[in-house]
């Protein structure tokens, strides 16, 4: 599927462009912000291709597309006004609260500069790297042209930050820069360092270096949003588009430098304080802890609480300790989709397994959790425990990240330091993590699903129909009966549906023989004649019936609900027994299948229709159980 076509698939699921507050993207999700969750339609979100999951957290409704997340946005953005300035959006009245409001503020924020930080991080670890190893000297111009592109999305973070705080809470975003541009001034910066005594008409200014920082900026554009709309409202519209600007300056640069500047940096200090307490206090429990709760913070969205903290980490100290014990999980949960692929028979698994850990190997970990590792459980449950593993090794190496960046192979640079140290322990430690995982997950298992293969079973049910059974001895020989006219009554009560119609390629063509299908309205299944069950399937979704006369019948309840694994269905017959027309052979939860997501449309097939001349339906609109359904001509 095409990424415009995908897109347009995705806004037409989430409600259409109207129903979109706002929408931002990370490494692999698009997070939106809808005006009404109950107008998105998940379960055809999910099951769209190009998809791999839709979560809701946080209040965003959140669509996992992986790695291409950067086209479908840009195409989203091609196709609909969503991306435009969310200023001359109409506004919602819906408001998260609590939690939820938290971390849809901070991923709203944060989630745009994810790709760009990683990349400006990478660059910085490989810097380190070149001087530690004294490939690079920091007096080269080389080294200091490079570390100017690596450094200055760090340096300039307040500058970010103020556009995309601002985009999210509706301000004027060049205003918010103007703010955010006054912190980083040469002239303040200027003051702060000569130590210079500073006040504002006699009030005393606490100077900080706002290099790098990320919470005063945020909270003085959220203030500033507020007080723009005030102004907005309060102004004529002949002098509001220049007044507004004026008085938000001359306001807000002030009274950030005054309250906000130093409120936020205390804060960042103090809790940048209580993680480095933390891993002070027990290394190895601390990073045990990271390492198995990492992805599990980041299914249910919560991590995001946490970024500011690694940032703020590295503004403060130069160093973070806290996120090298997160790496540990990534990899983790890379090992654990590493052990499906080599466990597991079914080769749909097996490949989107093998693609799944590539991409985990470079951080993008969605597509193996919500594609491999959670709908399994014990792989998911296997990684938690390789990322403790893994996490108390890097937490006890005291392994620091020198630079911000998402956990993976090519961000590995960021934890190299001055002289290597603790870089050792973080190899050990990813190492651990991705074999005590994958080793786990092959030992403890899975229910592994089924295979494409055996849905060819159902499509040879009518040949093997005869064969199936240990019971031969008990059942006619299809094959040495003369075929003859035979009259089929339906075996389920229901809404007649033409055969091209049912939504499986493999009923619809006709390939597995002449018939017709039904919509059922009661979830039971009996016997369309006398004769005998030659196939009793397993997994309980289907059967197959021979008549006296040599027809065979395959009632197969559903589209791919041999997934379901027999739940949901109760089956009252086995291989070889015999049955008169009306028997009840099968009764089943229609409410239930369909509330997993299925199909409930049942085709009735015979599934020897070669061996005839024709197979006429006779029936059409509603049907009731025993009623006259098709009619099978020898000649």
């Known amino acids: 599927m095409s990424q415009e076509k995908l897109a347009r698939e995705i806004v037409a699921r989430v409600g259409g462009e109207k129903n979109v507050e706002s929408l931002v993207h990370c490494a692999t999700r698009l997070r939106f912000v809808l005006k009404d969750d109950s107008k998105a339609d998940k ?18 409704f959140q669509v996992v597309v992986g790695n291409k997340v950067p086209e479908v946005y840009q195409a989203i953005g091609q ?36 790709g760009v930080m990683a990349g400006a991080g990478i660059l910085k670890g490989l810097l380190l790297i070149a001087n530690n190893m004294s490939w690079l000297e920091k007096t080269d111009t080389t080294y200091i042209i490079l570390y100017a592109a690596a450094d200055s999305l760090f340096y300039f973070l307040p500058l ?86 004026l008085f938000l300056l001359v306001l807000m640069v002030p009274l950030t430098l005054l309250v906000f500047g130093p409120f936020g940096v205390y804060v960042g200090n103090g809790i940048a304080s209580a993680m480095v307490a933390a891993f002070g206090f027990s290394p190895l429990l601390a990073g045990a ?7 599990l913070l980041v299914i249910f969205g919560v991590h995001w609480g946490l970024v500011p903290v690694f940032i703020n980490n590295i503004a403060v100290y130069g160093k973070d300790g806290v996120k090298p014990a997160a790496t540990a999980s990534v990899f983790a949960q890379t090992g654990a989709a590493f052990g499906v692929m080599l466990r597991t028979k079914n080769k749909k698994l097996k490949t989107l397994a093998g693609s799944s850990t ?15 590792t959670l709908p399994l459980k014990r792989p998911f449950i296997a990684g938690v425990i390789g990322g403790a593993v893994g996490g108390a090794i890097i937490g006890q190496a005291g392994t620091q990240a020198f630079a911000s960046g998402a956990p993976g192979l090519l961000t590995l640079p960021i934890f190299y330091g001055p002289g290597g140290q603790g870089f050792p322990g973080l190899i050990m430690g990813i190492a651990a993590s991705f074999i005590v995982s994958a080793v786990l997950t092959y030992i403890m298992g899975f229910k592994d699903p089924v295979d494409d293969e055996d849905t060819k079973t159902e499509a040879n049910s009518g040949q093997t129909a005869g064969t199936a059974s240990n019971k031969e001895d008990s059942k006619p020989s299809t094959q040495a009966i003369s075929k003859t006219d035979q009259e089929v009554l339906s075996p389920i009560e229901g809404t007649i549906v033409d055969l091209a119609e049912v939504p ?87 409410e239930q299948i369909k509330a997993a997501g299925y199909h409930t449309v049942t085709p009735i097939i015979v599934t020897n229709s070669a061996d005839y001349n024709d197979v006429i339906p006779q029936a059409s609109g509603q049907v009731s159980s025993k009623d006259l359904l098709l009619k099978i001509h020898a000649s």
């Open 160 to 245: 970010l930050l103020a556009v995309t705080t601002a985009r999210k809470f509706q301000g004027n975003m060049f205003v918010a820069l103007t703010i955010a541009g006054a912190l980083i001034y040469p002239t303040i910066i200027q003051l702060k360092t000569d130590g210079t005594p500073t006040d504002f008409f006699g009030i005393p200014v606490v100077l900080m270096n706002y290099s790098s920082t990320v919470i005063p900026i945020i909270l003085a554009v959220i203030v500033m949003s507020k007080l723009e709309k005030f102004f907005n409202k309060l102004l004529h519209d002949s002098i509001k588009n220049f007044v507004t600007p």
């Open 358 to 372: 590539l991409t985990a190997l470079f951080g993008i970990t969605e597509p193996a959790i919500y594609g491999v």
């Open 289 to 295: 802890v990271m390492g198995a709760s990492w992805q």
């Open 504 to 590: 499986d390629p493999a009923f619809a063509s006709g390939a597995m023989g002449k018939g017709i299908a039904i919509e059922p309205t009661t979830g039971r299944v009996v016997a369309p004649f006398d004769g005998t069950v030659t196939v009793a399937f397993k997994k309980k979704h289907a059967l197959a019936v021979v008549s006296d006369s040599g027809a065979e019948i395959l009632v197969h309840v559903g589209v791919d609900t041999v997934k379901l694994d027999g739940q949901h269905f109760i089956s009252y017959i086995e291989e070889g027994d015999r049955v008169k027309a009306g028997d009840l052979l099968l009764e089943f939860d229609i």
């Open 79 to 114: 196709i609909s006004h969503i991306l435009d300035d969310s200023s001359s959006k109409e506004k919602s009245s819906k408001k998260v609260k609590g939690l939820g409001g938290i971390i849809d503020v901070i991923s709203s924020i944060f989630a745009p500069l994810l």
């Open 43 to 60: 379960a055809g979100l999910e099951k769209t291709e190009g998809v791999i999951a839709v979560k809701e957290n946080g209040g965003q």
